[in-house]
């Protein structure tokens, strides 16, 4: 049986970071699935379709081919190399539509569900507990402060805080309250709050878990 860890979580809460290096320290496969919505929202904003169209944006689901390689440090869609463009500003919103649309999530959780049954993997994103594998060995949802989230992500794009925090805002606002797989913590999650800790404190937390749940103590590599 295939091992799961799922990350949930709100925007640039530190997921990725934290689910990359579980993953790297583990050897298991790392799956950005919020990178798999992205690029959804990069085709159709190509295709100059709107992302709030249902059957368009199930169709774009469906034929997607997306892949992420190199220990998921690069996102291919329809074998092109989209891993900076899917991080730009309007395709963040563009791909929190995207993902209220059931259509949709039905095909990229399907996609999700198809790579974690065969491999180990570390997966983040927002309804990985709950929906995608709610049967997951592990579940974390990591949080932290809005301030201090903005202020990462502020960093990371070099961009106007004012205008991250709305956008921020704006994105979170939207994933908590749609109505399918809104983000929300699992009862049986792991919460952290890692305002005030290191990367290497987060990570240490999760792997005592990781060890208490699923190898009896020892590492897996
Ligand atoms: O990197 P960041 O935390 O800003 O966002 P992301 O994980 O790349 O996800 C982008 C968007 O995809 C989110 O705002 C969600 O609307 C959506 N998403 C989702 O609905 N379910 C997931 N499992 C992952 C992402």
């Given at each position: 049986m295939a091992i799961v860890i799922a990350i949930d979580g709100p925007a640039a809460a530190g997921k990725s970071t934290i689910a990359r290096r579980l993953a790297a320290r583990l050897g298991f496969i790392y799956i950005d699935s919020g990178a798999m919505y992205r690029a959804v929202a990069l085709w159709a904003s190509r295709e100059k379709l709107?992302?709030?169209d249902r059957h368009h944006m199930e169709q774009l689901a469906l034929a997607a081919d997306i892949t992420l390689e190199d220990d998921g440090a690069r996102v291919l869609l329809n074998g092109e190399d989209v891993t900076d463009a899917i991080r730009a500003p309007e395709v963040s919103r563009a791909a929190s539509l995207v993902a209220t649309i059931p259509g949709v999530r039905r095909a990229l959780v399907e996609k999700q569900r198809a790579i974690g049954s065969q491999n180990n993997v570390v997966m983040e994103g927002?309804?990985?507990?709950?929906?995608?594998?709610?049967?997951?060995?592990v579940k974390v949802f990591l949080d932290a402060k809005t301030e201090e989230r903005v202020r990462r992500r502020a960093a990371e794009v070099n961009g106007n805080r004012e205008v991250i925090s709305q956008q921020l805002h704006e994105r979170d606002e939207r994933d908590r309250s749609r109505?399918?797989?809104?983000?929300t913590q699992q009862p049986d999650a792991l919460y952290l709050d890692?305002?005030?800790?290191s990367i290497d404190e987060v990570e240490e937390a999760i792997l005592r878990l990781v060890r208490a749940r699923i190898s009896n103590g020892k590492e897996y590599r």
């Open positions: 709107d992302p709030s927002r309804d990985i507990g709950s929906v995608v594998f709610p049967n997951a060995d109505v399918e797989a809104p983000l890692s305002t005030g800790l």
